[in-house]
């Protein structure tokens, strides 16, 4: 499979993933951006299982519009998601969460950043589900 056609499915996948106010309003990041570098990687997260995260750039014009407003500048999240939670007190980042898929999104206006985070149960977890 070619990267441009790997690249496509993955932003299809991702519109899907994504809360519908947000499919449309981020790109893919350029290859070999990782979490290690978001100044949002400190934030503590789970605990077993397999963990991920993928970094989206947000449109400029939720980007400014985040950074003007606050969260009222956010678009909504539907019923899976929770609402956005702000992260510190100048309201540039957030976090909504999907507790039943296990997703978190972090949301940075102030470098344009989105962040979709997936944290899956460990196999042994797995086994032990009646």
Same mark, same amino acid.
Request: aromatic content about 6%.
């Given at each position: ?25 981020? !790109?893919?990041?350029? @290859? ?44 909504? !999240?539907? @019923? ?51």
């Amino acid at each position: 499979m070619s990267a441009l056609r790997l690249r496509m499915r993955l932003a299809r996948r991702l519109r899907q993933l994504l809360p519908p106010g947000l499919a449309g309003r981020v !790109a893919l990041a350029a @290859a070999g951006a990782g979490w290690s570098g978001s100044p949002l990687a400190g934030l503590a997260w789970g605990t077993g299982g397999t963990r991920g995260g993928i970094r989206l750039e947000l449109d400029h014009a939720l980007a400014a519009a985040v950074r003007r407003h606050g969260d009222a500048g956010l678009p909504q !999240a539907d @019923a899976g998601w929770s609402w956005w939670q702000p992260l510190g007190r100048r309201q540039l980042r957030f976090r909504a969460s999907s507790p039943q898929s296990r997703r978190v999104l972090l949301l940075d206006a102030l470098h344009g950043r989105l962040w979709l985070l997936w944290n899956e149960p460990s196999p042994a977890r797995c086994r032990l589900r009646y």
